[in-house]
């Protein structure tokens, strides 16, 4: 058996930094029990005690969800206590920035685990660096000095996770790791466990960004020449009393739809028109199913057709888009902000070889 945990590592510039607020806290007066700089990481899941058998599971289970993960950038400042209030325990540096798609990594991680029946501590997630524990006898208070409570340690360019093992020693613990897996960048085109084509995705874009905080954050493939996502509306997606906004739903099938049109035509394309019919309510907390194909993409004027269903099959909605391609100009000024670069011509590739 191993004891293991999954982490983002730190770059060494904001190790450094981190070094300097806790020996500026330990000339204050602090006598806390303090964490090696080196030894300082970003814990997304601790396992505790596990088999060999299980640590190539945890392997397989964060390849596929780095997979789905782009690269993403926190800024570690502040610092705090657990528990808030009362006596600490812990004491932490906090992390701000693109902090979405680190908790859409975390959840994935989560329930991939729990499927796997893997054990791990499954308290709620709070990204955070531990710099120091507290012993006993402890009363406080923590702080002392502006510099400490301004503390800003630099930015964390996170684009890999690693399963770590940690052995216990009278001198401390020590870290070793078992696996490192990069995420993907966003002009990656992979092939998931089921052999569906996954598309890029824009970080900002309003439905399938990682990175835009307000957006639905979807995930498209392509599967047997369809496009498809499935996603869980939350309360923010809603209209009133909890139904899903039918600009939300659009929006998705928008994306959907265009997406069957850039598969096939292999060019990139802008809406001109857009036709839907709303069937049945579509509620927040329930898992809907989107999917699309393209109708007929011969002239330049191109059409595609797709609808959205719940759970049990049921048809919430159906819509019909009309598409115009872009131009060369157009087409690599978007590859270019968005990333994309080769993308597309991956996607188109992997497409032909199913055809």
């Known amino acids: ?41 970003l814990t997304l899941q601790f396992l505790g005690e596990i088999s060999e058998e299980q640590a190539e599971q945890v392997g397989a289970i964060l390849e596929n969800a780095c997979a789905q993960t782009n690269p993403f950038e926190l800024t570690a400042e502040g610092i705090g206590q657990f528990p808030p209030k009362g006596r600490p325990r812990v004491v932490w540096v906090g992390l701000s920035g693109e902090t979405e798609p680190l908790m859409d990594l975390d ?12 054990p791990f501590d499954d308290k709620p997630f709070h990204p955070h660096l531990t710099i120091a524990r507290v012993e006993q006898g ?24 690693n399963l770590m093992k940690s ?20 002009n990656h085109c992979d092939v998931d466990e089921n052999g569906r084509i996954l598309l ?3 970080k900002h874009c309003f439905v399938c960004g990682s990175q835009n905080p307000a957006g639905i954050r979807l995930g498209f493939a392509v599967r047997d020449g369809r496009v498809e996502t499935s996603f869980v509306p939350r309360p923010e997606h809603c209209g009133y009393r909890g139904v899903v906004h039918g600009g939300v739903l659009t929006a998705v099938l928008d994306e959907c739809m265009g ?15 857009l036709t839907l019919r709303f069937k049945q309510r579509a509620m927040a907390g329930q898992r809907l199913f989107v999917s699309a194909e393209c109708v007929d993409c011969r002239s330049r004027l191109m059409t595609a057709r797709g609808q959205i269903t719940d759970e049990e099959g049921n048809v919430l909605c159906t819509g019909q888009g009309k598409f115009i391609p872009l131009n060369e100009e157009e087409i690599q000024e978007v590859e270019g902000y968005a990333g994309w670069e080769n993308a597309l011509g991956e996607v188109h590739r992997k497409i032909a070889e199913r055809e």
């Open 167 to 186: 052995n216990l020693r009278p001198s401390g613990a020590v870290y070793t790791s078992l696996g490192h897996w990069d995420f993907q960048p966003a």
């Open 259 to 273: 997406w069957t049109i850039i598969g096939r035509r292999k060019t990139m394309c802008i809406t001109v028109e």
């Open 200 to 202: 890029p995705r824009y």
């Open 107 to 118: 959840r994935r991680i989560r329930e991939a685990l729990r499927q796997k029946q893997i």
């Open 1 to 41: 058996m191993m004891r293991c945990f999954i982490a983002v590592l730190l770059p060494d510039s904001v190790r450094s930094q981190i070094a300097e607020l806790q020996e500026y806290l330990r000339r204050s007066g602090l006598k806390l029990k303090w964490a090696p700089p080196e030894n300082i990481h």
């Open 138 to 161: 402890f009363r406080g208070p923590l702080w002392t000095g502006e510099k400490a409570m301004q503390f800003h340690a630099g930015i964390i360019r996170a684009d890999a996770v």
